[in-house]
């Protein structure tokens, strides 16, 4: 089975769908007949390359939430994160560009194992909900790409130039312009079934059953 996913790193939701499927995939034993595709979608594409809020300031300001929706905001999702065994520190994570992180991992699942791929995929997602780091720093992209085991050379080539950057504005554009897309992450399980933003196990269970939606 092939599973296209198409997630920000700046998405909780998606962190929490990955985790999720990811899970299901290896409680079933069939991490080795499923191909995953991870492919880019900034959730806001103008976002500062040097973080000027944090999550919980970009809601008070940008969508003009009270401190205490911004708060009960925070709380559900950090709970929901929990169920799936990830300790989100939401309120404190930092709100900048991903451009490059995608591009990173365009690099790895062009010349890295699946297994390699998926590794970092989630450490990039780890960094940015649970470190609070800044995924748009050069350096913490590096770090985290020789702790997964890339090359660290090429990844600073790579981060250098400006290689990569087009694939991410395509499969963006390619997931915009599909008629049902509304929410990441979308997960699309063998070309056929598609999944969406805040997805039950039950859903995920069938779709990998090729069973499809209720």
């Known amino acids: 089975m092939e599973i296209k996913i198409w997630a920000d790193f700046a998405c909780p939701y998606s962190y929490m769908g990955e985790k999720q499927l990811?899970?299901?995939?290896?409680?079933?034993?069939?991490?080795?007949?499923?191909?995953?595709?991870?492919?880019?979608?900034?959730?806001?594409?103008?976002?500062?390359?040097v973080p000027v809020e944090t999550m919980t300031q970009h809601f008070m300001d940008g969508h003009k939430f009270t401190a205490e929706e911004t708060a009960h905001l925070m709380e559900r999702i950090t709970k929901m994160a929990s169920r799936v065994g990830l300790d989100y520190k939401l309120a404190?994570?930092?709100?900048?560009?991903?451009?490059?992180?995608?591009?990173?991992?365009?690099?790895?699942?062009?010349?890295?194992?699946?297994?390699?791929?998926?590794?970092?995929?989630?450490?990039?997602?780890?960094?940015?909900?649970?470190?609070?780091l800044r995924l748009s720093d050069h350096s913490v992209l590096l770090s985290i790409a020789?702790?997964?085991g890339l090359d660290s050379a090429a990844v600073r080539t790579v981060l250098e130039s400006d290689?990569?950057?087009?694939?991410?504005?395509?499969?963006?554009?390619?997931?915009?312009?599909?008629?049902?897309?509304?929410?990441?992450?979308?997960?699309?399980?063998?070309?056929?079934t598609v999944l969406q933003g805040v997805i039950s196990p039950g859903a995920m269970k069938k779709a990998l059953a090729g069973e499809g939606e209720d």
């Open 22 to 49: 990811m899970d299901i995939i290896e409680k079933q034993g069939i991490t080795d007949k499923v191909k995953i595709r991870f492919l880019s979608y900034q959730l806001d594409p103008n976002a500062p390359a």
């Open 92 to 132: 404190t994570t930092q709100v900048c560009s991903t451009f490059d992180a995608h591009r990173l991992m365009e690099y790895a699942q062009a010349t890295c194992t699946q297994e390699t791929a998926i590794k970092l995929n989630f450490a990039l997602f780890h960094a940015n909900f649970i470190e609070n």
């Open 146 to 148: 020789e702790n997964c």
């Open 163 to 192: 290689e990569y950057g087009e694939q991410v504005k395509a499969e963006e554009k390619e997931v915009d312009a599909r008629p049902d897309f509304d929410l990441i992450p979308y997960m699309v399980f063998d070309d056929t």
